[in-house]
């Protein structure tokens, strides 16, 4: 991440839940092909998935999908890539001792071990067999997940528990459910130290000195009884001050 702001912005920026991120992509991305695939291999398969990781992190704000934790570029956008993985770089060997109770050959006859794509190129052979086989194993776990979710997700929809008022969105959820911030804001002057505190994604001009009390205070009057439509969302919402400061 840091690299690929370098080159776009000319600025080096360090963030350590990019970092931290990048490094669960790695994880999550080798667990499909572990066993099956050379330590060079295992390797490029992680760097790649760094990479996929800050390009879904950032289509993710583009399109504004809320997404607090990067789960989705993290889980499922490289277990996906995890997945296709074993398809290009399972290596044939390693295929027949980790199922060396099953006929591992592209045909079922006994012949040549099935191999990753890059494998069977390498011999001159183009067998996407394997490949084939990981992408209708995903498509299964796909199809199986939203079958088993979505009347779950209907179900909370339709009882209002879906998702959280949208004021409390603004405010943060760590302020209105847990009682402070998940982040310090007020270290130093740099990029988090700026005096602003960011709440929800919107920077809000919030002395650093205020405490907890005061921001659960001005949390309540933001979740006051006053009742008004804002784009056809009904959110309670309500005018208040901060010494002298409107919100």
Known sequence: DTILAERRT????????????????????????????????????????????CLASDLLVRFKIDDAVDAIPVHMCNGVW?????????????????????????????????????????????????????????????GWVLVIMTPFFLALSYAGWFRSDPLEEIVGLDISYHGGNAYHMDYGNGDYGDGNSSVGGHMCEIDAELDCDVEMDMHGKMMGEKEQSYDGTEMRTEQYEIEGNEW
């Open 82 to 142: 995890g997945c296709l993985a074993v398809g290009l770089l399972a290596n044939p060997t390693r295929i027949q001792h980790a199922y060396s109770s099953f006929d591992t050959s592209s045909d079922g006859a006994g012949a040549d071990a099935i191999a990753g794509l890059f494998y069977s190129w390498y011999h001159n052979e183009s067998d996407f067999s394997l490949l084939g086989a990981q992408v209708v194993g995903m498509l299964f776990i796909i």
């Open 10 to 53: 000319g600025e080096a920026t360090f963030n350590l839940q990019a970092c931290l991120n990048g490094c669960l992509s790695g994880l999550v991305s080798i667990t499909a092909g572990c066993a099956l695939v050379e330590p060079w291999a295992a390797l490029v398969i992680g760097i790649i998935a760094g990479f996929i990781y």
